[in-house]
């Protein structure tokens, strides 16, 4: 397209023109109309636009279009300080918006990873310890043992630093090369002479732990030879006191057997006498006087009765509790019969010092934790409990999660019950005891010293004193563990024969066509004690509520006894209570028995 401006410029250049020069443009044909109008205002300077013009090329018209469209941005590409400028903050707000992008994904990836990191290492074991009930002591176990690992391993070199190091023995090292003058000569002998000292003194320590230890041997065979000669002079005690005991014992046969006797020809004597008489006035009058007889030891005994119980009633109050020791005391002494009172059996005889012996012992066991027995399963003995072996104590915990965080803020709804090591002590009052969740636990014991056991007691609180005897155990068994040389082969052994056994009654069963009969449940090893080293079950029995003894001794297996094994672990599994479902409470366990390795005490005659 052409502007009006442009056919006005070039018509100028036309009429500019020479005479008889060409014309500077071609013939252009313009439509009628396309010329503005201010160019018919003034006729003279009008001219025909047709005249002397040739049509333009269309690349002439492209050129000029081309030169056109370029005009206007010919200016643009002049230098501007601001442009520059703006440029370069542009470029840079770039820079560090993308460099703002880059370190924001950076840390997002790190932080994802470190998150994961955390997340397997710290979040997911403590959630898995305290959702898992069974495995929650194991799992903080390790955990304790993982954190004190790797603060050892940190600061091992540190504390390293200030552990004082004592300086080891002197030693002598061999010089390269020979000495130089004589002072260095005399040092090396003088250092040499110090290791040789240093040689000597260790020779004579030595030499010292050799006769040390060939005292000890000839000790050991000086009290074997006691031993030896004790144990000879014992088997003839125990001889001659078995043959005293038979003397006595035939003697006392035919005492017997002469009073027997006797008594037989007075009884056949009386029937005649009571036949040849038919009725006589002696013998009404003799049963009259053995019946007064026989009232008046009755009077004395309730008297005495009375009188102690008066006494008992008294003893509460300060006043009376003297007068009750006396009288007790005159039991004890047998001076009760000279002040009046006394205490006759059937046949007349006295029995008041017989009963103040009695009452004596009966204080005197009870003094005696009891039951008068050694227990090596007791703490202050030296007997301890194995964790690894122990159920977890029983512990009372929120229900709800809001309880759950409360709880964890102020310490409210959480409880936990006695430790195990309870169940080892000698207080046994109502509620002192070591409860386990469940009806099913176990309690693992080191003995004070390895034992041959013959009895187990297990203790409880007693029925007239006690809130709910439902928590008491009922069925229990006691496990021990084989270890020894000796021991495992005795074991090994006798497993071995028992297999025999039952072998040879079934076979024997099956000869001569009997049914073969079931043998008994055998005993499954419990899934809660280690394969290795082994266990035995050396006891099982029942505990009874409804007893009126709360302290209840059970023995052990005769089999298990006559194998001669000692113990120095052992394990009590118990195996259900008498009807609480959430706890089970233990008082008490005791170990009874001979242990290993025990001097015997010296006669009477030996320590005079």
């Excluded at 006797?262 to 006035?281: F, N, P, V, Y």
């Excluded at 002192?432 to 203790?459: K, M, N, R």
């Amino acid at each position: 397209m052409y502007s009006p401006h442009k056919l006005q410029q070039s018509a100028q250049q036309r009429t500019s023109a020479p005479r008889g020069s060409a014309p500077a443009l071609s013939r252009v044909s313009v439509p009628r109309g396309s010329i503005p109008p201010e160019t018919h205002e003034d006729p003279d300077e009008s001219f025909d636009i047709e005249q002397g013009l040739d049509s333009i090329a269309e690349g002439n018209e492209a050129q000029l279009d081309k030169q056109d469209d370029h005009e206007p941005h010919s200016s643009s590409r002049a230098f501007s300080i601001g442009g520059f400028l703006g440029n370069i903050v542009h470029r840079l707000y770039l820079v560090a918006l993308y460099g703002l992008q880059f370190v924001s994904m950076i840390l997002f990836i790190l932080g994802k990873v470190a998150g994961m990191i955390f997340d397997i290492i710290f979040n997911r074991p403590i959630r898995w310890i305290t959702s898992t009930n069974t495995l929650a002591t194991l799992g903080r176990y390790l955990f304790l043992g993982f954190i004190l690992s790797a603060a050892w391993y940190t600061l091992q070199d540190p504390l390293l630093k200030y552990v004082p190091r004592f300086p080891s023995g002197p030693s002598y090292h061999a010089p390269e090369v020979p000495a130089a003058n004589i002072a260095e000569l005399s040092a090396r002998m003088q250092r040499i002479e110090t290791a040789l000292s240093g040689l000597s003194l260790d020779t004579e320590r030595s030499r010292v732990k050799v006769e040390n230890g060939a005292k000890s041997h000839m000790d050991l065979v000086g009290r074997l030879g006691a031993l030896e000669s004790r144990v000879q002079r014992d088997s003839a005690r125990a001889v001659e006191a078995e043959v005293q005991f038979g003397k006595s014992a035939s003697q006392g046969l035919r005492a017997v057997r002469q009073e027997v006797e006797t008594l037989h020809a007075q009884i056949q004597a009386q029937a005649q006498q009571s036949a040849e008489k038919s009725g006589g006035s002696g013998s009404d009058e003799e049963a009259r006087a053995k019946l007064k007889a026989l009232e008046e030891r009755v009077g004395s005994v309730e008297g005495g009765v009375k009188e102690a119980l008066e006494l008992g009633k008294k003893v509460g109050s300060g006043a009376a509790s003297s007068a009750g020791a006396a009288w007790w005391n005159k039991l004890a002494s047998g001076s009760a019969s000279k002040s009046g009172l006394t205490i006759k059996s059937s046949d007349g005889q006295d029995v008041t010092s017989l009963i103040g012996h009695l009452v004596d012992s009966a204080v005197s066991t009870y003094g005696k934790d009891t039951l008068a027995r050694p227990d090596f399963a007791l703490h202050s003995g030296g007997a301890r409990i194995i964790p690894s072996l122990t159920s977890p104590t029983f512990e009372m915990r929120p229900a709800n999660l809001r309880g759950h965080l409360v709880g964890l803020v102020t310490g409210n709804g959480y409880a936990i019950g006695r430790p195990p090591i309870t169940a080892l002590h000698h207080e046994s009052h109502n509620g002192h005891c070591w409860p386990f969740a469940g009806s099913e636990g176990q309690l693992g014991i080191s003995l004070a010293a390895p034992t041959y056991i013959s009895d187990v007691s297990i203790d409880h609180v007693a029925k007239e004193v006690a809130f709910d005897m439902r928590s008491a155990p009922r069925e229990m068994e006691v496990w021990g563990l084989v270890e020894g040389r000796d021991n495992v082969a005795k074991v090994t052994e006798w497993k071995a024969e028992n297999a025999r056994r039952k072998e040879e009654r079934k076979r024997e069963a099956e000869e001569r066509g009997e049914v073969v009969p079931v043998d008994e449940v055998e005993e499954l090893y419990p899934r809660t004690l280690p394969m290795s080293p082994q266990y035995i079950r050396i006891a099982s029995f029942r505990y009874d509520i409804h007893s009126p003894n709360n302290v209840q001794t059970f023995p052990v297996s005769p089999e298990i006894r006559d194998l001669g094994v000692d113990f120095g672990i052992v394990v009590l599994r118990v195996k259900s209570n008498w009807g609480r479902d959430e706890f089970t409470c233990l008082y008490r366990m005791r170990v009874h028995g001979q242990r290993m390795g025990e001097m015997p005490l010296p006669y009477p005659e030996e320590s005079a």
